[in-house]
Every structure is written in structure tokens, then in C-alpha cells.
């Protein structure tokens, strides 16, 4: 695997050393819906900002990609709108809560060890009971830089037939979680959401949440994505979808309110799911595939462009063997983002980091 990485890592440090022609894309649908790049500016550091000065080219004037683990937290045991997914495991009872408060407390060790910062993303029992038991964990979290957000699953929220609900009662919803959130973690703005995928008037609820950054679009009931969305530019979507039709999705609208963030120049459908299947092999076989998908990812990536590439992991996944406990991610970090990082190819940022700095390109 190694050697591999080397071997690839040379050949994008080559091809970019050389200045030779980079990689042309093809273009999707997305882009060219898009404005023509605008000039470059200074991007504003957040406060809560752990990473450099954000720079949307290098010094070498080279494409830079924005990278960054994001964490869903799902909705186990019964909601704060009283709702119960069968899941194995239930926040309420405290052994779980905590095992999964060390998994997540591990892997953000290891990403800080990196200089990396994550996106949190969190839902109801998990704050509620963080809330109700005392514990600190999110407020931590963002404490040390990491971004804290919403995973909403709408069907742990809203019940069954959420597709048939108003806008207004989506949003209501919407909002009841990210004040847990906020109560949770103690973090004032919670911009960034998954979930609510195949609701088409999802991001209108968004916005009338307060929310503006989206990503992770999968298909909830086939767990695939359309490759129309994969990519490295985000865009501002100009409606949602019903996970068929995705003219609107894929549609740039320069006055819409949700940017959306693609995760990569991923090339099979169920890359977001694909962890959990027997093809992919197992662990080590899923991140190799992450790291090709990285290196794809950067050979799109466009000077003078916000390029992104992110995947998601879930407390507990990945933990391996109790003597190297997510050894697979820290390999990941040491052999494959590491060294682009070194290199100014990448650099770490949160989600709603990433869609700052594009919306600073937009300007
Ligand atoms: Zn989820």
C-alpha cells in the first residue's frame, strides 16, 4: 500500500514540479452552470479556525484542496421528538453513550495529532442525553477547533411520512436540534447539515433554519450517490431532490442560499457506503480507494478554485485491533495526507471552513 502512495505521491509531485498540462476534467454539469472563476481574495480565518490562513492557491501558485474528516452521529435510541430507530445501539444507556464518546475522542486525538479539525455532526438522543448527563464532549470538541453540526435523519425526527410535511414543520424541527446542539456544545452558529436527502424543499427548511452549508448527499433507502454530484467545486444548488431527478440540485444558482459541497472526485456510486460491504475488502481495501480518490481529486483540483475532498466515518467504525485502535485512519493521515499537506496541495479545513472560503471566491 505504501509503495503505492509513494509512487503516486511522485507522480503528482512530477506532473506539478514540471508544470505540465494539468488534467482536464470533464466538465459536469455543475460547472458549467457555473461563473467563471472569480479573482482570487483573501479568505477571512474563522476564530474557531485551527488550520493556517486559507489559500485558495499555493505558493508555487499550484492548486490547493481543502480535506477534512466528517463524523455522522446517529440518531440511537429514542428521539427528542420521540421517535425510535432500530439500531443495536441507544444513547440512553450510559455504557453505550460512553464507549462512543472515547471512539469519538480518539480518532479527533489522532486527526489533532495531524493538525487536522473535523465537522461533528450530532442529533437527538446523542445531545439530549449529553445534555441530560452532564457530559462535556462537544463543548470539548469545539473547544479544540472542531467544527460541531447536525446530522439530521429525518425519519428519527419527523416520522415516517416526513416527505409529506411542510417546509415550516421540517424547519421547526431543524431548529429544535440544533438548539440541543447548541446547549450541548455551547457553540453559538451551527451552519452545516447532512441528511434530509430526499425531502425536494430541503434546503428551503434549511435556511429557514438558519443553516447554509450541505453535503453527503446519498440515497437513503439504495445508499448511493449519483455521480452527477461528485466533484471537487461546490456550487449553490438551485432546489433539492426527490433522489430521482437532480436538474435542479446539480444547477447553479448564484442567489441560492445553501452551498453545497461535493466530497470528491469519487468514481463508483456507493463510495459512501461502500465501507459497510463485503467488496470493499475490508478496511485497509476502503481507504486505499479514499487515497485514490484523493490523489483523483487533486489532479481536478483548479488554481484559483475552492476543490474539496472530505468522507465521513462513524464513532466506533474503523477501530481495528485494541492495541493500535484506528490504526487504519492514522495510516491514512501519515502516509497519504501528510505529505501533501507538506506540500501545500492540501490543506485541512471544516466543512463550513471550506464553504467560507468558496463563498470568498464568489466575491
Ligand atoms: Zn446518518
Partial sequence: MKRIFTFLS?????????????????????ESAAPPAAAVKPVETQPTEAAAQPEVQNEAGAAVLYFTIGVHIEP????AQGYKSGGKGDYHNPQFFQRQVEDILKVAQIVEAHGGRMTIQAQSPFTSVAIQSGSTILADLAARGHEIALHFHEDAHLGKNSSALSVQQWCDVMKQEIAL???????????????????????????CAGLSVNSDWKNPQMQTTDLALVGVNPWRPAGGTDGTDFTLFTQHDPNGAIIFLPEGQYDKNNFASMRRSQDAGGDEAYFDYLAQSLYASLEAAQPGKVNVFHFTIHPGEFRGSPQ??????????TEVVDPLVASGQVQWMTLSGMAEAYAASER
Fill in 10 to 30: 511522485i507522480l503528482v509531485l512530477a506532473a506539478l514540479a514540471c508544470s505540465l498540462p494539468s488534467v482536464v476534467v470533464p466538465a459536469s454539469p455543475t
Fill in 76 to 79: 440511537m435510541g429514542e428521539t
Fill in 181 to 207: 446542539i447548541t446547549q450541548a456544545s455551547g457553540v453559538t452558529e451551527v451552519r452545516y447539515w447532512s441528511g434530509g436527502n430526499l425531502y425536494p424543499n430541503v434546503y428551503e427548511a434549511a435556511e
Fill in 324 to 333: 493500535a485502535p484506528f490504526a487504519v485512519i492514522e495510516n491514512f493521515l
